[in-house]
């Protein structure tokens, strides 16, 4: 269903009312091979005054103009494209399309890649050393790790290693204000390994076992070996990111076989609390007194599936507990195909599509959607789940507004608790380019980019 947008031309009095299902102006237009320049200047002289006189950069127009456009592209097809009819042509109209809106088949997901890194590069500037560097911004900086190995973004070498610069010092130390131990602090490491494969240098590689030593074997594990989340007797789901990739990589970096084995095991024990062995969904938590806590909550299940899939890629091929980690992903997999809605997207809920309180969610979306299509590209999971991303993929373009080269990545839910009351995620607010959903919604766009 297209979603509509009133633009009120205040010199008419008149109401335009034009399709919003596009979202950024794809650049100037190729007229021809028999068109010239003036022909070219008169097509960037209508994109300009569709831009800047009338500020509608975020549509296809579909056939409803004011009065002032209408007439403005009658005169132009007349003097530019000599069609003396008093009425705007098909041939008109699929020029002011191409104006407004990227071709079929043209690289959107690589256009946002790009341009959203760039904006996380702005916004999210290196921290001071000592500062920590929490899971938000640890995922946003891993996004842009991945969009400049994709497509070779300049300065991002430089981004990385000022970060990893603030986390440890020259001799492997961690610098941290932060000194709860707490999952959420483990996936800075990331960024520590990252840079150690380009550099390395093993300042960066100490700082990561460090790192390990102090926020994950360290930590508090219940007696079947489930790593607590942040204190108390609780597992959650979202454990699985924070700590999965970080103990894969730093395993491939060392060769040392006990970070396989922490990380395999946190998997295996996390679903053997979480995952439900009916629908292939995880519970956010669960707790060692009272049990489930039964919310089948959509970020949580994207921590789990994005954290397994990028532990699978540092895996042995011929690790034992290999089958049983496909397995998980193979059902978790599965149940996230059938709870995808027919635009593509899933909800902050994921089985109760029905519950008017429900709505679809960007970031759990954006897991999903990146996670099913580097298994499938990585092939942990079978071709046909390319579909899921790629109409996953379809629905988050809608969430996403290019404007210029500034990005708005919307309805994004911000941190949220576990929470036995699923009223709690109904009514969780959302936020446009929160922290919590910019670095998936970036990986996603870096995955499905051609």
């Not at 009133?6 to 919003?20: E, M, N, P, R």
């Not at 407004?100 to 890194?117: F, H, I, N, V, Y």
């Amino acid at each position: 269903m297209k979603k509509y947008l009133i633009v009120f031309v205040l010199l008419f009095g008149w109401v335009t009312i034009v399709s919003a299902t596009c979202l950024e102006f794809a650049g100037p237009l190729e007229l021809g091979a028999g068109e010239g320049p003036v022909q070219q200047a008169a097509v960037l002289k209508l994109q300009n005054y569709l831009k800047a006189d009338l500020g509608l950069t975020d549509f296809i127009p579909d056939g409803f103009f004011s009065r002032r456009t209408r007439t403005y592209l009658i005169a132009f097809q007349q003097k530019y494209r000599l069609v003396s009819t008093g009425k705007l042509d098909q041939a008109t109209i699929d020029l002011i399309k191409k104006t407004t809106c990227s071709e079929p088949g043209s690289d959107r997901a690589g256009q946002l890649a790009k341009a959203l890194a760039a904006n996380i590069m702005n916004s999210y500037p290196p921290v001071a050393s000592g500062r920590d560097v929490d899971y938000t911004r640890a995922l946003a900086v891993i996004g842009v790790e991945a969009a400049a190995t994709r497509f070779g973004l300049v300065g991002t070498d430089n981004y990385l290693q000022r970060y990893a610069d603030a986390i440890t010092d020259k001799n492997g130390k961690i610098l941290s204000n932060s000194s709860s131990v707490d999952a959420n602090n483990v996936l800075k490491g990331m960024i520590l390994l990252s840079v150690y494969e380009k550099t390395h240098n093993g300042r960066y590689l100490k700082g990561a076992k460090n790192l390990a030593e102090q926020k994950v074997f360290q930590s508090r594990h219940l007696s079947d070996g489930g790593m607590v989340h942040a204190g108390g007797d609780q597992l959650w789901a979202d454990t699985l990111y924070m700590v999965g990739p970080f103990l894969g990589r730093l395993g491939k970096a060392t060769g040392d076989q006990k970070y396989f084995a922490e990380g395999a095991k946190q998997f295996i024990v996390h679903a053997d609390h979480l995952q439900d062995s009916a629908t292939g969904l995880f519970h956010h938590a669960w707790d060692q007194s009272s049990g489930i806590i039964p919310a089948y909550w959509g970020r949580a299940n994207g921590w789990a599936i994005m954290g397994l899939v990028t532990f699978l890629e540092y895996l042995p091929e011929n690790y034992p507990d290999r089958p049983a980690l496909l397995s998980i992903l193979n059902k978790q997999a599965e149940a996230l195909a059938k709870n995808q809605n027919s635009a593509g997207l899933w909800y902050q809920i994921l089985d109760r599509p029905t519950e008017k309180k429900n709505w679809t969610e960007t970031s759990g979306s954006s897991m999903f959607t990146y996670a099913l299509a580097r298994a499938v590209h990585k092939g942990f999971l079978a071709a046909s789940y390319q579909t899921t991303a790629e109409k996953g993929w379809k629905g988050l373009e809608t969430k996403a507004i290019l404007r210029g080269s500034k990005v708005t990545v919307k309805d994004i839910v911000i941190g949220t608790t576990a929470s036995s009351n699923l009223n709690d995620y109904y009514t969780n607010k959302k936020k446009d380019n929160d922290p919590h959903g910019l670095g998936s919604f970036l990986l996603a766009a870096t995955e499905m980019a051609k």
